[in-house]
């Protein structure tokens, strides 16, 4: 199993100079590859591009940028441009993402989630071959042919979809170069996506090749109680706001995949405190058990045996949040975990 890194993106968590020296670190460490979320923070791919000159191996990915708020043109003029700029090292990572995000910051409406993110992957393969661009879908009509006018890198670019709903994961493993599941338990991983992935893979192209997993991971090396706190902090406070606040009551795509897991009481405890505006007492609700599942926290050896399982679940690379509370503690963790894979 290889491991990615994920970039901080909340308000203030790396300055300029941090980011730099996280990245340059990361690549001489041999990560297999850098993402950055988008959200509602920092263009992904123009933080990307100002990664370029700090790493020469690291693939410099979207971690993720939805299918919405760019046409699906756009989006490959941009993967082909980024693809160029770092000699190969591209990689998109595209997801639906929810309401909160699309309606909420984008103000666009939600709809067909399946349909867009298929036929965004359909249109940007497209590009990257320098085809015509002659396309009609359920959404998008493009008959004029036209194609783009420099000629990308590469005829193609790995292309990961983060999804966690059985017919998105289905879709996913149909069309996609990888997946990038959100709360991957290892050993309950395959009751909650099993099925949808054997439906996806049968329709999978042989061309295409295996379906790369790569969940997203939270993960702490500790040396101390003090660091164990830190990181159990940070990841309740993750989960609460996922399972709590990343959606309505009606419409909350974490609190259904975590209610799926066999966590249906706390979901709905945790969701009914964070949206009455009681987030403290939200992370209270988050179990130890629940951590256990969704989290990697521990010393080095059990870090180390934690990833082994998820190994042996089939992750081909994890993508990992680091559960630090500072730079420092970040780049110790960065370097204690390149050593345990």
Not at 151 to 178: C, F
Not at 315 to 325: H, I, N, S
């Amino acid at each position: 199993m290889k491991l990615g890194i994920t970039l901080p993106y909340a308000e203030g968590a790396m300055s300029r100079d941090e980011i730099e020296e996280f990245v340059q670190r990361a690549d001489e460490l041999g990560y297999h590859s850098l993402w950055v979320p988008e959200a509602w923070t920092f263009d992904a791919f123009m933080m990307l591009v100002s990664c370029i000159p700090h790493s020469q191996q690291l693939q410099l990915a979207t971690g993720i940028v939805n299918v919405y708020s760019r046409t699906p043109s756009l989006i490959g003029q941009s993967i082909a441009t980024l693809d160029s700029l770092a000699d190969g090292r591209a990689i998109l990572g595209l997801g639906a993402s929810g309401p909160q995000v699309i309606q909420g910051w984008h103000g666009m409406t939600y709809d067909q989630p399946l349909q867009r993110t298929r036929e965004t992957v359909e249109i940007v393969r497209t590009i990257l071959r320098r085809d015509k661009l002659q396309y009609e879908g359920e959404i998008f009509n493009l008959p004029m042919g036209l194609k783009l006018i420099n000629h990308p890198l590469r005829p193609a670019v790995p292309i990961v979809v983060a999804s966690m709903g059985p017919k998105n994961v289905a879709m996913t493993a149909e069309v996609a170069d990888g997946w990038m599941p959100m709360l991957f338990s290892p050993t309950r991983a395959e009751d909650v996506w099993g099925g949808a992935l054997a439906e996806g893979r049968a329709k999978r192209s042989e061309e295409l090749g295996d379906l790369d997993v790569m969940p997203a991971l939270s993960v702490a090396v500790v040396e101390s109680d003090q660091d164990r706190s830190v990181a159990t902090h940070i990841a309740r406070a993750g989960l609460a706001l996922y399972v709590g606040g990343m959606g309505s009551r009606k419409r909350n795509f974490y609190n259904d995949l975590v209610c799926r897991y066999g966590f249906e009481a706390e979901a709905k405890e945790i969701q009914d405190l964070y949206l009455s505006g009681q987030q403290p007492e939200a992370m209270g609700k988050v179990t130890d058990e629940m951590l256990r599942e969704f989290a990697v926290i521990g010393t080095a050896d059990e870090v180390r045996d934690r990833l082994s399982a998820y190994d042996e679940a089939g992750v081909t690379t994890g993508v990992v949040q680091l559960l630090a509370g500072d730079h420092a503690s970040r780049l110790r963790m960065l370097e204690q975990l390149a050593e345990l894979v």
